[in-house]
């Protein structure tokens, strides 16, 4: 199964964009990289998820490295309500679903 | 219709109990999961089902059963259950392909007494 790190916690001031990293090396050439996020007392609500070209939606960006060993969530004005663990998954053709350790982010008014 | 949905919400069961998790789909989605997330944890996959086959089995202990009776509904058995497997267990369903994204329902909070 495939393996994603990401920093436990990270902070960012309201209204400011947020870019959350996540590392996944042993990405192979068919897996796709999915971001999620889960408030507390809910199930993980998906945000965006990619291949290899970077992705925008309403709800944030993706940047995806060339190598796609790493890849960035960009959230592009933090809000109160973005404050949430946000997972960086690798999901395969098997249907494997894996999560990491995910990034607690706060947002501080 | 996006909506994951699991039932009960809650369920405060003992340890000679069986009882057993619900959750519907209405999405037409052909891949169905369950996860096991413990406090300040993330959710830890337990079973895959792809058309209506098990899939994929984590090695979950057989106190835990899974059945998907048809393409809408998962369940997920309980018996015998130990304190140590109260958690939030979540359902999830997809498409098959792995470029589109998973649903996943507000989960069951389980405690085990």
């Known amino acids: 199964d495939a393996k994603t790190t990401q920093p436990n916690s990270m902070e960012s001031n309201e209204e400011e964009p947020v870019h959350l990293p996540c590392n996944h090396s042993?990405?192979?050439?068919?897996?796709?990289i999915h971001w999620y996020r889960q408030l507390p007392s809910q199930g993980p609500e998906y945000v965006i998820h990619?291949?290899?070209s970077n992705v925008n939606n309403r709800m944030a960006s993706l940047a995806i490295a060339e190598d796609r060993k790493s890849s960035t969530l960009i959230l592009h004005r933090a809000t109160l309500r973005d404050a949430a663990v946000y997972y960086c998954?690798?999901?395969?053709?098997?249907?494997?679903?894996?999560f990491g350790t995910g990034t607690s982010l706060t947002v501080i008014p | 219709d996006t909506e994951v949905t699991q039932t009960p919400k809650h369920l405060v069961m003992g340890m000679t109990n069986k009882k057993s998790l619900k959750c519907e789909q209405h999405?037409?989605?052909?891949?169905m999961y369950w996860y096991k997330q413990k406090a300040k944890k993330p959710p830890e996959l337990m079973f895959v089902?792809?058309?209506?086959?098990?899939?994929i089995n984590e090695s979950v202990p057989s106190r835990f059963s899974p059945e998907c009776p048809n393409s809408s509904l998962l369940n997920l058995h309980l018996h015998a259950l130990q304190p140590e497997d109260s958690a939030l267990y979540l359902c999830?369903?997809?498409?098959?392909?792995?470029?589109?994204?998973?649903?996943f329902g507000q989960g069951t909070r389980l405690t085990v007494v």
């Open positions: 999405m037409g989605h052909r891949a």
């Open positions: 042993t990405i192979s050439g068919t897996d796709y």
């Open positions: 999830a369903s997809s498409h098959g392909a792995s470029n589109t994204e998973a649903f």
């Open positions: 998954i690798l999901r395969d053709r098997r249907n494997q679903f894996y």
């Open positions: 990619g291949l290899t």
């Open positions: 089902y792809s058309y209506e086959k098990l899939s």
